[in-house]
């Protein structure tokens, strides 16, 4: 469980990524994704957050923000502190000559995991020499006979078993599980701070799905590691920070916005998207009699033109003639740690005193018009 007392180990401090991008089908011009906007998020030691949300909204690229990997358009990534980029620009390419981390440090520290382990093993090297890497860069001083004790221990441990049967295959002879356990292994072995598990069990089968959090949650004890979970389940969100203490984060079209406790967003949801996905979740729909989804439209505005105001009020059904033209901020409204971007968490807000928003704007402000979704 992390100790939110102490300073973060990671800080994204209004953090947006645009990407920029010409027009399909030969149209002049191009135009501009907001994949990310203005977003901010603590990782402390030995903590576990997951983002959940629909394809595309942009958690993802959040991730890999976080860990250094894509560079922000605006905001700062601070680790330890200290400004990732600023860093790996300063002192990169010749390390470290101050207190600073160097790029390589950065590199170690910050690691990732992908959804297709297949795709991140080096198919010409069996599992024993995939892991022996980082044991052999960051822990120079084992032997070659330690590093296979350290090794076939690890593999012991997940459950490949005769660990020197595991150890002499290649990726292609594993299976989808258990090359996601080599994967795992492979980045705690770098010891780092953060791990960023983007989509990481959604190809596996649902009972290898709580197999592998399970695990994930065994070894972060061992390693001391932080966890930047991505999903699109938020059943396996609950899961996994239930589990850790940790939090969830439901982001919308590049924004967060609501986070907090797995009961506080599982079981009192706030913000009108999150009981969204909760319908949308078999695992932990509410069985109040509720048929239809609490939601206006399905469609999803085009992030290269988002909704003026709340991005979400072209699909909300709470939606009033203020969150066309306000954006809400993410906040602590009651105190309790848990924060929401609505308007309907402020009672004095002039929300309560605009019109609600029919129909017709609504989809008129998504690009689309009642005809339309029919």
């Known amino acids: 469980m992390s100790n939110a007392d102490e300073p973060p180990l990671l800080s994204i401090e209004n953090v947006s990524v645009h990407f920029t991008s010409k027009r399909l089908f030969g149209l002049a011009g191009s135009e501009t994704v907001h994949a990310v906007d203005g977003v901010s998020l603590d990782i402390h030691e030995n903590d576990v957050v997951a983002l959940v949300g629909e394809s595309g909204c942009g958690k993802t690229t959040l991730g890999k923000t976080a860990i250094g990997v894509q560079r922000p358009t605006a905001g700062r990534v601070r680790y330890r502190g200290q400004n ?3 860093s790996m620009e300063r002192n990169g390419l010749f390390g470290s000559t101050t207190e600073e981390h160097s790029e390589t440090e950065i590199r170690r520290a910050l690691q990732m995991i992908h959804q297709d382990p297949g795709s991140s093993l080096n198919a010409n090297y069996t599992v024993e020499s995939i892991l022996a890497d980082p044991l052999r860069r960051w822990q120079s001083e084992m032997t070659s006979a330690d590093r296979r004790a350290r090794i076939y221990g690890l593999l012991e441990y997940v459950g490949m078993t005769p660990a020197a049967d595991y150890a002499e295959r290649y990726p292609h002879q594993l299976s989808g599980g258990e090359q996601q356990r080599v994967a795992l ?9 953060v791990i960023l598990a983007d989509e990481a069990i959604s190809a596996l089968d649902v ?30 969100a609950k899961h996994l920070t239930q589990q850790a203490g940790g939090r969830i984060g439901i982001m919308y079209l590049g924004e967060i916005v609501e986070i907090g406790t797995p009961k506080q967003i599982i079981h009192d949801p706030q913000h009108p998207y999150t009981k969204v996905l909760l319908w949308a979740t078999s695992d932990l729909r509410d069985r109040s009699g509720v048929s239809d989804p609490p939601v206006r439209s399905l469609d999803v505005p085009d992030p290269a033109d988002p909704p003026s105001g709340c ?29 929401t971007a609505c308007f309907r968490q402020k009672s004095d807000h002039p929300y309560w005193e605009s019109e609600p928003l029919d129909d017709d704007i609504a989809l008129q402000s998504n690009g689309a018009t009642s005809a339309d979704t029919d």
């Open 84 to 86: 990732i980029w600023e």
């Open 185 to 193: 292994i492979r980045a705690l072995l770098m010891n780092p701070d």
């Open 207 to 236: 009972s290898l799905r709580v197999e592998m959090m399970e695990l994930m949650l065994e070894l972060q004890a061992q390693f001391d590691t932080s966890y930047l979970f991505i999903s699109h389940n938020l059943a396996n």
């Open 311 to 339: 991005r979400f009020h072209t699909r909300c059904p709470e939606a009033r003639a203020a969150c066309t033209r306000d954006s809400p901020v993410l906040d602590d409204h009651d105190g309790d740690g848990r924060r």
